[in-house]
């Protein structure tokens, strides 16, 4: 299957609803709402598995005493598999929020 465009993929349910097709996901009104309908089938099947092609590797900078930091690039939605201390090459404990204000 050839990587279809996101005007494609709506143009796609559009004829299977026997409507026109058009040439903005902002035609129409309902050419809005499936657009809506093809993100979030999108998401849900993103948010199905963890993907390897949707993984990124970040790293961060980190300093002593610090547990809060911006991740820049990891976007809106993201989740977090695994850190790994590159220095001392091992993989760090996840900790809940709780434990770390009180440690």
């Given at each position: 299957m050839a990587n279809k465009t996101y005007l494609e993929l709506v143009n796609d349910v559009l004829v299977r609803l026997?409507?026109?097709e058009v040439t903005s996901v902002n035609d129409t009104t309902?050419?809005?709402l499936i657009?809506?309908?093809?993100?979030?089938?999108?998401?849900?099947?993103?948010?199905?598995?963890?993907?390897?092609?949707?993984s990124e590797t970040l790293t961060v900078s980190?300093?002593?005493?610090?547990?809060n930091y911006v991740?820049?690039?990891?976007?809106?939605?993201?989740?977090i598999f695994d850190v790994l201390n590159d220095t001392s090459n091992w993989f760090m404990e996840n900790a809940s929020t709780s434990d770390m204000n009180n440690w």
């Open positions: 026997r409507e026109n309902y050419s809005k657009s809506k309908f093809v993100n979030d089938a999108k998401r849900q099947v993103e948010d199905a598995y963890n993907w390897n092609a949707l980190t300093t002593a005493n610090l547990f991740m820049t690039g990891a976007g809106i939605r993201f989740r």
